[in-house]
């Protein structure tokens, strides 16, 4: 396995980053700047690109205990898709492994749900479970009052 990059969570990928990787780290991480206000990642989190001969690109959280997760990706899904995609693995590592229930619904005990938009490639959002609507797009979180399920 050879690791193309490692960067903090909340910030920009670096340059020998993939393009493709690019979007979806971005939003996830500004996102994860808005765990509950109790909560926090272990030291040292951050994301790791690598690459395995047979396998393509794998992409995970690491940190200073090594890798925590990683998540064979595949790039050549449009924006919004493999953004829901990242969303949703880095959400359920959080919950299983980290013990923090991120991101809550507003006005519900439930979790978000990632969904990329059906009409927009470029797009992801997080639902609500209950009702199923977009409540905030991937990336905004924290950027205004959410709209209510």
Do not use: K, N
């Not at 393009?19 to 509950?36: K, M, N, Q, S, Y």
């Not at 991120?102 to 938009?117: E, F, I, N, Q, S």
Request: aromatic share 8%; charged share 20%.
């Amino acid at each position: 396995m050879r690791t193309i990059a490692t960067w903090p969570l909340d910030a920009p990928p670096p340059p020998d980053v993939p393009a493709e990787f690019r979007t979806p780290c971005t939003r996830v991480g500004r996102d994860l700047r808005h765990l509950p206000a109790d909560a926090r990642l272990p030291d040292g989190a951050h994301w790791e690109l690598s690459e395995e001969p047979w396998s393509g690109f794998l992409l995970g959280l690491g940190g200073t205990l090594g890798l925590r997760y990683t998540l064979e990706v595949d790039p050549y899904l449009p924006p919004g898709p493999l953004t829901a995609l990242v969303a949703e693995q880095v959400q359920d590592h959080v919950t299983g492994y980290e013990f923090l229930q991120w991101p809550t619904c507003p006005g519900h005990v439930h979790l978000l749900v990632p969904a990329p938009d059906p009409d927009d490639g470029e797009r992801a959002w997080w639902h609500c479970r209950r009702s199923g609507r977009p409540l905030v797009r991937i990336g905004d979180l924290g950027a205004g009052p959410p709209a209510t399920a």
